[in-house]
C-alpha cells in the first residue's frame, strides 16, 4: 500500500511499526453535550513530529476533540496520553500543549512582543531568555521589526504568524491549530500552509491541526483522519485516504467520486468482477477485493481516472465502459469537468486535463460519448 | 442633494436638543450667576440696565464666587461632594463589576433576565424607594429589628441619618448605570481571549488580572463616571438619608434658591460645579469618542 504512495522525503512512518510508542494516544475519547453524542469513543494513536490533521464536515466534532486535547472541555469517558502523562484532569495552564485559535485571540492591548512573550511571562522566566525567545519566534515565522506593533495594525497573514510564534514560544510537547488558516485567501493561504509545514519540520514539534478544507489537510498532513458525526470514518496518510478509501463516505468527502451499485460475481487472481443492475456491463476491479461473492459493494471512481471520447454506435460493447450525453461542461481553467448523463438517467463526472492552450476540445455539448477507466482505478467499497 | 438635507435634519436634531435644553438655561443661570440678589420677582437685579445718559450699562457681580472661594462653608460643601462621589463611584465599581462579570458569563437565555433585574428598581418611583430604605434603616426599622431578634444587639444602631445610610441609598441608586457599561463591555470580550490567556499557562484569576480587567477598563471608566458626575451634585439621597452634618454642594445649592431665595448665589453654585465636572465629562466624553473610532 505505502508503496503507491508518496511520503515526505525523509519522513519516518512510525505508524507502520508496530513496536512504536505513540506520543498522543487518544484512547475511547467521549464527549457528549445534554445528549447529544459530539464524539463517540474516538481512539487515535498519534506520533512524535508528526502534522496530524482532522478533516471533517463542520459539526463533525473536530474542534470538541481539539479542545478535549487543549483541557477546555473534559471527556465524559476515555483518557488522553500525552508523552506519558495521564491528562485527566490536568487545567489548560498546566498542560504542555498550546493552541492556535481559529480568530488568533491576539491580546489587542498587548503589542505583538507582549504577546508572544505571554506564555513564558506565566512561567516567571527572567526577562532576558523571554526577550531572546520573542526574538527568535519573530525571526521564526519573518516578523522581524514587528514586535512593537499592537495586534490591530497587523494583516490577516501577519496576525496568523504571530499567533503561531506566540504558541510556539513555550516550546510546547504538542501544538493544536484549529482551522489556522481559514481566515486568509487562497493565495496566501497556499503560501502558509508551506510555510506552516516548514517550520513544523524545523521545530519538530507534533501538530494537530483541524481543517474543513481537504486540500488544506492533504497538502500539509503526514496523516489525516477523516471524522463523521463524532467518529473517525478512516485514519491513514492523505495518499491512502484519496486512494484506498474505506467507506462510500471518504470516497465522496475526500476528492470527487463516481458511485456505481453493484454485486459482486466473480474474482479470481487477475480481476474481480461486479455486476451492475445500473449498467449493461460488468466493472472490472483489481483482483484483491476481497468480499465475499453475491456481495453487494459500491465501486468509486475518481473523475480523473476516465477517459472521454465521442462514440461510435458501432463501437463493439465493453466492460468498464459507460455510454452517455454530454450534458454540461464546466471549465476550471487547469481541467474540464464533463458531466455525462447515462442512459439509465445517472451522471457521471469525468474530467480531462486542460493540456493544451486554446484547441477545440474533442467532446462538445450533447455529443455521444463513451466513458472509460481501467480496472485498477475501480475502488470497490463494501455497502 | 436628498442626502445631504436628510443628513443636516439628522444632525440638527441633537445639536438643537443640546441647545434647547443645555445651551440656553446655561446662560440663563450664567446671567443670574452675575446679577445681585433683591426683593422682587424675580429676586435678582438685570444685568442690562439703562443709564441716566440713555446707553445700556452691563453690571457684574462677581461676589457671588468670591463668596464660594473665601467662605470655608461652600468650599467644605464642594470638596465633600467630591469626595462622597468618589467613594461612591468606588463602592459601586466593587459591587458592579462581578455582577456584570457574572451576568456576561451567564448562559446566554439567562442574560436578559438578569438585566432586566438591574433596571427593575427604575420601574418603581426614586422617592418610594428611598423612603423604604428609611423603613429599613431607622432605630426601630427592619434591619434594627432582625439584628436585635437575632441577639446580635441589644440597643438599636444608629443606623439612618449618618454617612452609612448615605453611601448605601448611592450605592442602590446608582448601581444600575455602573453594571450597565460594564456588562457592555464585557459581553463583548472575546471569550477565545481568556482561553488564550488560560492556554498560555495564566491561572484563572491571573488571566483575569492581565486579559479581563485591562480590556474591560473603558466599562470602568464610563461606569465611574456615569456614577461620579451626577453623584457630585446629588441632593435628594444626602436630604432624605445623610446625616445633618453632611453639608454637600447639591444640598447647600437647594438651601440657598429656595429657603434663602438668593438666586444668584445658587446660580453661581451651580456654574461652579458644573465647572468642577467638566473635566470628568470631557474625559469621559473623549474615551467615548476614542471608542467609537
Ligand atoms: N458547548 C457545546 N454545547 C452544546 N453542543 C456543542 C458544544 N460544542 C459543540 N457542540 C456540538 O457538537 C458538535 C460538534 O461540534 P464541533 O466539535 O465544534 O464541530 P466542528 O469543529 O467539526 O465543526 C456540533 O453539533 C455542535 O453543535
Ligand atoms: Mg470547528
Redesign the interface.
Known amino acids: 500500500m505505502s508503496s503507491a504512495v508518496a511520503a515526505r522525503p525523509g519522513t519516518a512512518e512510525p505508524w507502520r511499526d508496530p513496536a512504536a510508542d505513540p506520543f498522543l494516544r487518544i484512547e475511547g475519547v467521549t464527549k457528549r453535550f445534554d445528549g447529544f453524542v459530539a464524539l463517540d469513543a474516538v481512539t487515535l494513536p498519534i506520533y512524535r513530529g508528526e502534522l496530524f490533521a482532522l478533516l471533517g464536515a463542520s459539526g463533525s466534532g473536530k474542534s470538541t476533540l481539539l479542545r478535549c486535547l487543549a483541557g477546555f472541555i473534559e471527556p465524559d469517558a476515555g483518557r488522553i496520553v500525552l508523552d506519558g502523562q495521564d491528562l485527566a484532569g490536568v487545567p489548560p495552564y498546566e498542560r504542555p500543549i498550546n493552541m492556535m485559535f481559529q480568530s488568533y485571540a491576539l491580546f489587542p492591548h498587548m503589542t505583538v512582543a507582549q504577546n508572544i512573550g505571554f506564555g513564558l511571562r506565566q512561567e516567571g522566566a527572567p526577562k532576558a531568555l523571554i526577550a531572546d525567545r520573542v526574538a527568535e519566534m519573530l525571526a521564526l515565522v519573518q516578523m522581524e521589526g514587528f514586535g512593537n506593533r499592537k495586534p490591530a495594525a497587523l494583516s490577516g497573514g501577519q496576525k496568523a504568524r504571530v499567533a503561531l510564534a506566540r504558541a510556539l514560544a513555550k516550546r510546547p510537547k504538542l501544538l493544536l491549530l484549529d482551522e489556522p488558516l481559514s481566515a486568509l485567501d487562497k493565495n496566501l493561504r497556499e503560501a502558509t500552509q508551506f510555510e506552516l509545514v516548514n517550520i513544523q519540520e524545523r521545530t519538530g514539534t507534533t501538530f494537530v491541526i483541524v481543517t474543513h478544507d481537504q486540500e488544506e489537510a492533504m497538502t500539509m498532513a503526514t496523516r489525516l483522519a477523516v471524522m463523521d458525526r463524532g467518529t473517525l470514518a478512516q485514519v491513514g496518510t492523505p495518499g491512502e485516504v484519496y486512494e484506498f478509501p474505506n467507506s462510500r463516505f471518504t470516497a465522496e468527502f475526500l476528492g470527487t467520486a463516481n458511485i456505481l451499485e453493484g454485486v459482486i460475481e466473480a474474482a479470481d487472481d487477475q480481476v474481480t468482477r461486479i455486476g451492475s443492475s445500473e449498467l449493461d456491463f460488468d466493472i472490472l476491479a483489481e483482483a484483491g477485493a476481497l468480499k465475499p461473492i453475491g456481495s453487494r459493494a459500491y465501486v468509486a471512481i475518481r473523475p480523473e481516472r476516465m477517459r472521454i471520447e465521442r462514440t461510435d454506435p458501432a463501437t463493439p460493447l465493453a466492460d468498464n465502459r459507460l455510454v452517455g450525453r454530454v450534458r454540461d461542461i464546466a471549465y476550471f481553467g487547469d481541467f474540464f469537468m464533463y458531466y455525462v448523463v447515462l442512459d439509465s438517467g445517472k451522471e457521471i463526472r469525468v474530467s480531462q486535463p486542460n493540456l493544451r492552450r486554446m484547441t477545440a476540445r474533442p467532446v462538445d455539448w450533447d455529443d455521444r460519448v463513451a466513458v472509460t477507466w481501467d480496472a485498477e482505478a475501480s475502488m470497490v467499497l463494501p455497502e | 442633494m436628498k442626502g445631504r438635507l436628510g443628513r443636516a435634519i439628522v444632525l440638527a436634531l441633537p445639536w438643537s436638543w443640546m441647545a434647547l435644553f443645555f445651551v440656553v438655561p446655561f446662560l440663563i443661570v450664567l446671567t443670574i450667576a452675575f446679577a445681585e440678589p433683591s426683593e422682587g420677582l424675580p429676586p435678582y437685579t438685570p444685568l442690562l440696565r439703562w443709564s441716566e445718559e440713555g446707553g445700556p450699562v452691563i453690571q457684574l457681580n462677581l461676589a457671588n464666587f468670591r463668596l464660594f472661594l473665601e467662605d470655608p462653608f461652600y468650599l467644605e460643601a464642594g470638596l465633600r461632594s467630591l469626595r462622597v462621589a468618589a467613594i461612591s463611584a468606588t463602592l459601586c465599581l466593587l459591587i458592579g463589576y462581578p455582577m456584570a462579570l457574572a451576568i456576561a458569563r451567564a448562559p446566554e437565555r439567562w442574560r436578559a433576565t438578569l438585566l432586566m433585574l438591574v433596571i427593575l428598581p427604575f420601574w418603581t418611583s426614586f422617592l418610594l424607594r428611598i423612603t423604604a430604605w428609611i423603613g429599613i434603616l431607622q432605630d426601630q426599622g427592619w434591619l434594627n429589628s432582625a439584628l436585635m431578634a437575632l441577639g446580635v444587639i441589644r440597643e438599636p444602631l444608629r443606623l439612618l441619618y449618618t454617612d452609612f445610610a448615605l453611601y448605601i441609598g448611592i450605592t442602590y441608586c446608582y448601581l444600575p448605570f455602573m453594571v450597565l457599561p460594564l456588562y457592555a463591555t464585557l459581553s463583548k470580550l ?1 471569550p ?2 481568556l ?9 484563572p484569576w ?2 483575569f488580572l ?2 479581563t480587567l ?2 474591560s477598563m473603558p466599562g470602568v471608566v464610563a461606569g465611574f463616571l456615569l456614577v461620579f458626575i451626577p453623584v457630585v451634585g446629588e441632593f435628594v439621597i444626602p436630604e432624605l438619608l445623610g446625616g445633618p452634618g453632611a453639608q454637600l454642594i447639591g444640598r447647600v445649592l437647594w438651601t440657598e434658591f429656595f429657603q434663602n431665595r438668593d438666586w444668584p448665589l445658587a446660580s453661581a453654585l451651580a456654574v461652579v460645579l458644573l465647572m468642577i465636572l467638566v473635566a470628568p465629562i470631557a474625559l469621559f466624553q473623549a474615551r467615548a469618542a476614542r471608542e467609537g473610532r
Open positions: 472575546d477565545a481571549l482561553e488564550a490567556a488560560e492556554d498560555l499557562g495564566a491561572r491571573r488571566a492581565q486579559v485591562p480590556l
